[in-house]
């Protein structure tokens, strides 16, 4: 039964939004715990305010008392905003929603964390905490994107604005290990990411990755927990083709990549806007095609896909959108939930354990003693 | 009167689009003149045909005369071809319609050239033979994209793949350049591309560019040819909201978010497709919607936009895309007499030789030798 600690403060919407996200996903799924970290009296009233909604609603409460008895509130009196910067976040938020749902993974009284707030003080708040798991040297972001037949798997989204060929290698074998273990895709086929000129100097980390990549998929056997398909280079245009499942590459690109993403659609949408109400006619054609525009936007729906998983930390952490509503919470919850019960930690310990030889439990207990 | 040589070999459309595009930009400006630079039999053959269908169509070939005699064919026998790597293109491929294109320019007998060509072979073809401005370290590649309001003016999108932060300085003062020459903004507003989080440590050049552009900006006296406004960081989703003119960043995160926009526009309209044709109701919505999305698709028309300018080089290069047709071709016509008619070059230098104390005509001269 996996236990996770939601933060319900961060994000743009809050404890609104968070409170009956949590009911959504313990309702979802019989075997989830949470710990609902954030105000006990903003907490307790979105609670309240939920189960007046449901009686009103004439829902007869059934299944709510299980709900309940499955969630637990934290009290947590600070919260981290979207404008802290990461220094500010650690030094100053220590009895945050954010910080105290990080420590209960810590603590080991979760196994994993979900917040939608700030991404900066997340990604500082949890490697300083957590720390990175032996032998993994940065733990980069993953989300899914949405292709032409299903989604991408992209990495880093921003947690290392640099990454070394070692690292682009080891974001190929924890992406893999995500699509696989999270996103249930069987043999994932891995790209990296690169601007298709394959002869042009100066990129020798890229070149570099490729080549370690290169060797080491053709040395991973059959059934391997990491065993992965690398694809080779891919260019911008490829993470929407479903050509590949994973797109490598570090944090400044995938983040440039990601915002770019959002800022096209936000264009096209906004002149779709425009236009289909410029005139009585195209007012006209808008309520004919609401419904056809409607399958359009929601095979695209970013709240479909939410959920970033900071990967490679000792415990999962996963990153909801800012602007997530409860639907979307609900989903990086379910996303953190699957990565505890496949075993997605103990699987990336594997896989980059015994990469550099220099593994095994002295690393580990050291790394732990660390962290104290 | 501009001179311009254009490479009507090259691109995945060749002379069957580039010939009619010459005669569509001869015809739109009375005072360019055209060096088309091709197979001698195929451009003579395209402008046969070009003439026949005028005269098919009933058109008295009113003006024809005069268009033919802005202009004149370049024999070259050769064609770099898109999977020509940059090397085999300037090694093997000498007698090639963008090699002479460009040899026209440095010897000049034309005053800019243009090219659907192979990215690649241009970028290493153009700074082979035309080599930098003086004080200009590289050249990059500049493009249009559609924003909110207009048109946003990216660089570099591909031509050096790292950029320190006195390159990104001089993209900057280039970018700014060429806005205000070849496209009319008058007093460009300046971003520079980062991830937004201004206190993540590690990204030392775009914080020294960042710093360098403040300063910069802050001492241009308005009226000078190089003055801008330097608005700070940007981040991917800004490129598409108007708030700035001028987006700047290595090219290798350039041609990355080049390709990721036109990705995501590829897959939206796949999805549309998809819906539109899905079901009976659905096809009579698209039926409907049509001229909407028409209108729409129009607004974000790469075609209107074509003509990517690489600055900073002893003489105007535009790179046309790979898929353009006549109008896009004509477009990127349109886009290098600009450039020339307003002095870009000129500007540029200005702008730049004096940028490090080290300029004026002694190095000038150095230069010019250089390359001879």
């Given at each position: 039964?996996?236990?996770?600690?939601?933060?319900?403060?961060?994000?743009?919407?809050?404890?609104?939004?968070?409170?009956?996200?949590?009911?959504?996903?313990?309702?979802?799924?019989?075997?989830?715990?949470?710990?609902l970290?954030?105000?006990?009296?903003?907490?307790?009233?979105?609670?309240?305010?939920?189960?007046?909604?449901?009686?009103?609603?004439?829902?007869?409460?059934?299944?709510?008392?299980?709900?309940?008895?499955?969630?637990?509130?934290?009290?947590?009196p600070?919260?981290?905003?979207?404008?802290?910067?990461?220094?500010?976040?650690?030094?100053?938020?220590?009895?945050?929603?954010?910080?105290?749902?990080?420590?209960?993974?810590?603590?080991?009284?979760?196994?994993?964390?979900?917040?939608?707030?700030?991404?900066?003080?997340?990604?500082?708040?949890?490697?300083?905490?957590?720390?990175?798991?032996p032998q993994?040297?940065?733990?980069?972001?993953?989300?899914?994107?949405?292709?032409?037949?299903?989604?991408?798997?992209?990495?880093?989204?921003?947690a290392?604005?640099?990454a070394?060929?070692?690292?682009?290698?080891?974001?190929?074998?924890?992406?893999?290990?995500?699509?696989?273990?999270?996103?249930?895709?069987?043999?994932?086929?891995?790209?990296?990411?690169?601007?298709?000129?394959?002869?042009?100097?100066?990129?020798?980390?890229?070149?570099?990755?490729?080549a370690?990549?290169?060797?080491?998929?053709?040395?991973l056997?059959?059934?391997?927990?990491?065993?992965?398909?690398?694809?080779?280079?891919?260019?911008?245009?490829?993470?929407?083709?479903?050509?590949?499942?994973?797109?490598?590459?570090?944090?400044?690109?995938?983040?440039?990549?990601?915002?770019?993403?959002e800022?096209?659609?936000?264009?096209i949408?906004?002149?779709?806007?425009?236009?289909?109400?410029?005139?009585a006619?195209?007012?006209?054609?808008?309520?004919?095609?609401r419904?056809?525009?409607?399958?359009?936007?929601?095979a695209?729906?970013?709240?479909?896909y939410?959920g970033?998983?900071?990967?490679?930390?000792?415990?999962?952490?996963?990153?909801?959108?800012?602007?997530?509503?409860?639907?979307?919470?609900?989903?990086?919850?379910?996303?953190a939930?699957?990565?505890?019960?496949?075993?997605?930690?103990?699987?990336?310990?594997?896989?980059?354990?015994?990469?550099?030889?220099?593994?095994?439990?002295?690393?580990?207990?050291?790394?732990?003693?660390?962290?104290?």
């Amino acid at each position: 039964m996996p236990v996770i600690a939601l933060d319900v403060m961060s994000g743009d919407l809050g404890a609104r939004e968070c409170v009956p996200a949590a009911l959504l996903a313990l309702a979802a799924d019989p075997h989830l715990r949470l710990l609902l970290v954030g105000q006990r009296d903003v907490v307790e009233g979105e609670l309240a305010q939920s189960r007046a909604a449901q009686r009103a609603a004439g829902d007869d409460d059934r299944g709510g008392g299980d709900l309940r008895s499955r969630l637990e509130v934290v009290d947590a009196p600070e919260v981290v905003t979207m404008t802290d910067s990461p220094r500010e976040a650690i030094r100053r938020k220590k009895h945050s929603s954010m910080r105290i749902a990080v420590d209960l993974v810590h603590a080991g009284r979760a196994e994993a964390m979900v917040s939608s707030g700030n991404t900066g003080a997340l990604t500082a708040i949890a490697h300083f905490v957590l720390k990175c798991l032996p032998q993994v040297e940065r733990a980069p972001i993953m989300s899914a994107v949405p292709n032409a037949s299903g989604f991408t798997h992209m990495l880093d989204l921003g947690a290392n604005l640099r990454a070394s060929a070692v690292q682009l290698e080891q974001f190929a074998v924890m992406g893999a290990i995500v699509a696989r273990d999270v996103h249930g895709v069987a043999s994932p086929r891995v790209g990296l990411l690169n601007i298709g000129e394959e002869e042009i100097k100066g990129h020798e980390t890229i070149q570099e990755a490729h080549a370690l990549l290169r060797a080491r998929a053709a040395t991973l056997a059959e059934g391997d927990p990491a065993a992965f398909r690398y694809a080779g280079f891919v260019e911008g245009h490829d993470i929407f083709t479903g050509e590949v499942d994973v797109v490598v590459t570090d944090g400044f690109t995938g983040n440039v990549a990601l915002k770019t993403m959002e800022g096209v659609a936000a264009l096209i949408t906004q002149r779709m806007r425009a236009e289909f109400s410029a005139t009585a006619a195209s007012k006209l054609a808008a309520l004919v095609a609401r419904p056809v525009l409607k399958r359009v936007g929601a095979a695209l729906d970013p709240r479909r896909y939410n959920g970033a998983v900071m990967v490679g930390l000792n415990g999962v952490v996963v990153k909801s959108h800012g602007r997530s509503d409860r639907v979307a919470v609900a989903r990086a919850v379910a996303t953190a939930a699957l990565a505890v019960e496949r075993g997605l930690m103990r699987h990336v310990s594997q896989a980059l354990g015994g990469t550099h030889g220099a593994g095994g439990p002295g690393i580990a207990a050291e790394g732990a003693g660390a962290r104290g």
